[in-house]
């Protein structure tokens, strides 16, 4: 029911946008989030936004990098990363959650029941 895409091969300093399509999920009732996985480590959140799109949360370590944005007529969201570093490397997935829009909430994966299949993003140096 999630759908991500727009990963690739960047370079350090590149950027990349990330989309998320939902289907069969009206996507305005969920909020939605970021997480990434590298190889060998846990899944850590990325970034959140509120249904409406009117809050948004996000990591220390890519804020300032990247937006997370939603347009819920065209059921997306989306992660704009600029100045991509290597450690920025992972396989990104999309997730929706219809918990309460909270910092304490959105940063734990199992606050969201629907996640999408991932996308990969390799930034090289």
């Known amino acids: 029911q999630l759908q991500a895409y727009g990963g690739g091969l960047v370079q350090a300093g590149g950027s990349l946008r990330l989309s998320c399509a939902a289907s069969r999920l009206t996507f305005s009732s969920y909020g939605a989030g970021w997480f990434r996985q590298a190889p060998g480590k846990e899944r850590e959140f990325v970034a959140a936004i509120r249904r409406s799109g009117g809050g948004t949360g996000y990591s220390d370590s890519v804020k300032g990098r990247f937006t997370i944005s939603r347009d819920n007529g065209k059921n997306t969201v989306y992660l704009q990363m600029n100045s991509l570093k290597p450690e920025d490397t992972a396989v990104y997935y999309c997730?929706?959650?219809?918990?309460?829009?909270?910092?304490?909430?959105?940063?734990?994966?199992?606050?969201?029941?629907?996640w999408g299949q991932g996308t990969q993003v390799t930034v090289s140096s």
């Open positions: 997730a929706a959650s219809t918990t309460v829009f909270s910092s304490e909430y959105y940063r734990q994966p199992s606050r969201y029941g629907y």
